[in-house]
């Protein structure tokens, strides 16, 4: 018996050791990994070079460190430029003088019209320079079309398109289903637009939800519209007429209706750019690519700071993860923005489409707290809508782009049901005992609300509603009747945001930084973004799990990934939420 545990002793001593051993050697592959993939050499842009744009990736508010990006792991091998590289980079092209131009190759964009708008302005101002912009592919998706149509020439492929047949928004309706399953989703909320749950208990849309969609749909419309009627010189009523008729469907119509400047296959692509760059016929282009192309390090000695505080994901309490607004930590950023004497001015990047109510009112907490001591300037990205207008609100300003997803100051609490699919559909019951009439208020699934149960959760859900709207009603310096008016959950775009007072000004982050600075009377100034962000090793090693099970769901769903997700999302819905209605698809 002694030899008997002495063998299990070695054995589990060497599983141990082994252990350790392992992962330490684990430790030195992934550091290994990390040093290889960061250390890569630094591209040297030579004289007479072309910048090299393409989109094949989703934009993000900031760029994700990822040193594995060139590497084979499922989950990890996608590069990410987010929106500030890609702006910082476009206005370094401008001033390098070994850029000469920029080759623009789009087929399709993954981000937001706002986001697009913020690009475009980018683009709009490196030809300012008198440099040129040449935008060539097989086929243009409408926002592909929307960022191309600021180039000098736009050129197709002979045997492509261009997508241009106006703008459409869709939404899953998942009524039916919930009743196949046995679920019956408890709604309770406030505000004739807070459409959020209409997919829980509807096959269509409402009357007032179809409305406010027509509407802020045709704001996004009207300005992409315009903007493409002013880069190619074509009147509105033109273009309209082209996407009304679906006018152009192939690479002919797109040339016949001046959507396109010329059909070129690539080869002659090539020597259009050589003639430009008065390169030689036998020579090759010289060309770097956006995402290798270095903007220039911050090297100001400037003390003073114009902070840039990036918020983007859904609202959750606690710390949240890498995609969401944490209320723990997004307060935390702000205390120390707040408390350091060098920051001098505050903008607040939201890019959120809402989320807890009470995580929302945490942070607004902060805002309000910061605006006391020093500017606090919001800058709107995609989406600040519902929780993340309420984060907003307070801040000493508000600048949105045209076609920013913004208002829907609403709330709403979902409760579902599960008595049918337990009970009826596999066989499960649940029983106990409880102390009081409201123990187990929201806790047994198998039982729908009582009356008074459902006029309890109505009377929390008008509660915060109405603090909802005395947080904008202080912050926007209107009366709590006012806000109502324009709040019922209504989604507005950010022009429509404008005229009826939600938002100050239109313009970009770079725009907020400029008027941060003024409003805190500072002409030097050094930007800096906060959080600070993680270090290759610890994002790894935090998002391990979560990427490689993104990565397989994605493999194994494909194109039904989005509304798996939707699916889930809904499961992890808990509270009262200050959410945007749906997910917004605009194609």
Excluded at 82 to 101: P, V
Excluded at 181 to 205: C, H, R, W
Excluded at 564 to 581: D, E, H, Y
């Amino acid at each position: 018996m002694r030899s008997f545990f002495k063998y299990v002793l070695a054995t589990v001593t060497g599983i141990v050791i082994s252990t350790v051993v392992l992962f330490v050697i684990a430790l030195g592959i992934i550091g290994a990994l990390v040093t290889s993939a960061s250390s890569e050499k630094e591209v040297i842009v030579k004289d007479n070079t072309l910048l090299y744009l393409t989109f094949n990736h989703a934009i993000s508010e900031r760029s994700v460190e990822n040193p594995f990006g060139s590497l084979d792991i499922p989950g990890y091998n996608l590069k990410n430029l987010g929106l500030d590289d890609i702006l910082a980079r476009i206005r370094n092209a401008k001033e390098d003088g070994k850029i000469k131009g920029i080759y623009m190759d789009a087929s399709t964009i993954a981000t937001g019209f706002a986001s697009l708008k913020e690009i475009r302005d980018a683009l709009l101002d490196f030809k300012s320079s008198g440099k040129f912009i040449v935008a060539y592919n097989e086929g243009y998706s409408q926002k592909a079309y929307y960022l191309a149509s600021v180039a000098d020439q736009v050129y197709v492929n002979p045997e492509g398109t261009i997508d241009f047949k106006g703008l459409a928004s869709s939404t899953m309706f998942m009524k039916d289903a919930f009743d196949k399953f046995g679920v019956d989703m408890q709604v309770i909320k406030v505000g004739t637009f807070k459409s959020a749950v209409e997919p829980y208990f509807l096959n269509e849309m409402s009357a007032a939800n179809r409305l406010q969609v027509n509407s802020y749909l045709g704001s996004i419309y009207d300005s992409f519209i315009q903007e493409i009627s002013a880069s190619r010189k074509m009147s509105a009523d033109s273009l309209r007429n082209i996407a009304n008729n679906y006018l152009v469907r192939n690479a002919d119509d797109a040339v016949r209706y001046k959507l396109a400047d010329a059909k070129l296959y690539k080869d002659e692509l090539i020597s259009e750019l050589k003639k430009k760059l008065n390169v030689a016929t036998k020579d090759d282009l010289s060309i770097v690519s956006l995402m290798d192309y270095k903007s220039k390090t911050n090297t100001s000695s400037e003390t003073s700071q114009v902070a840039v505080l990036y918020a983007e994901g859904a609202i959750v309490s606690g710390e949240g993860s890498k995609d969401e607004i944490g209320s723990d930590k997004i307060s935390r950023e702000l205390r120390k923005l707040r408390e350091n004497e060098d920051v001098k001015a505050v903008v607040f990047r939201v890019n959120s489409p809402g989320g807890s109510a009470l995580a929302s009112d945490v942070i607004w907490r902060e805002v309000e707290l910061t605006k006391k001591v020093k500017p606090i300037i919001v800058s709107m990205g995609d989406y600040a809508a519902s929780g993340g207008y309420y984060i907003s609100a307070a801040a000493d300003s508000i600048f949105a782009e045209n076609n920013t997803i913004t208002g829907s100051i609403g709330v709403f609490g979902v409760i579902p049901n599960f008595k049918n699919l337990l009970n009826n559909k596999i066989g499960v019951h649940f029983d106990g005992v409880k102390t009081g009439k409201f123990s187990d208020l929201g806790m047994v699934p198998d039982r729908p609300l009582t009356a008074e149960e459902r006029d309890i959760i109505q009377m929390e859900v008008n509660r915060v509603y109405q603090t909802f709207m005395k947080r904008v009603s202080d912050g926007r310096k209107i009366t709590v009747a006012q806000v109502d008016t324009i709040g019922q959950g209504r989604v507005w775009t950010g022009k429509q945001a404008l005229e009826i007072g939600l938002v100050d000004r239109i313009g970009g982050v770079d725009d907020a930084i400029k008027s941060a600075a003024k409003k805190a009377k500072i002409a030097q100034y050094a930007v800096k973004q906060y959080p600070a962000k993680d270090d290759a090793l610890s994002m790894f090693l935090n998002s391990s799990k979560e990427k490689v099970q993104i990565w397989m769901a994605q493999q194994q769903m494909g194109e039904f990934y989005n509304y798996f997700n939707v699916i889930k999302n809904v499961s992890n819905q808990s509270g009262i939420m200050a959410k945007l209605p749906y997910s917004i698809e605009i194609h």
